[in-house]
């Protein structure tokens, strides 16, 4: 299974962004769809997870500000990005993981999409 991000950039602080990734591959069933972003010199972490289900979970720093959404049809997840900061500055990327066709799980990163926002 793919994942191919898009939509990252150059964004002054208080702008927008949004980010696209959309699954490609043999996939059965879709669970956990998220993003995660890392900082250079620092270590990935969550920033926002949208389950089958629909529930989510957003990181202290990110909630009020981004919003995830998925279309379990065209296997996409996306991050709507608000009020950004500096401190946003990273390298995005998505994550989705569940069951292929063949009955083999996967756990499958796109290729990161960057986010600078200037001050």
């Known amino acids: 299974v793919q994942l191919q991000a898009s939509g990252g950039g150059l964004e002054q602080a208080g702008g927008s962004l949004r980010l696209s990734c959309v699954a490609s591959?043999?996939?059965?069933?879709?669970?956990?769809m998220g993003w995660y972003r890392q900082a250079p010199g620092k270590q990935r972490e969550l920033v926002a997870d949208?389950?089958?289900?629909?529930?989510?979970d957003y990181v202290d720093f990110v909630k009020g500000r981004f919003t995830t959404s998925r279309d379990n049809a065209k296997k996409m997840v996306s991050l709507q990005m608000e009020s950004l900061k500096p401190e946003d500055t990273a390298m995005y990327y998505c994550?989705?993981?569940?069951?292929?066709?063949?009955?083999?799980?996967?756990?499958?990163w796109g290729q990161g999409t960057q986010v600078t926002v200037s001050s």
């Open positions: 994550n989705a993981n569940g069951w292929e066709a063949t009955g083999r799980n996967f756990d499958s």
């Open positions: 591959g043999n996939i059965y069933t879709m669970n956990d």
């Open positions: 949208i389950r089958s289900d629909g529930s989510i």
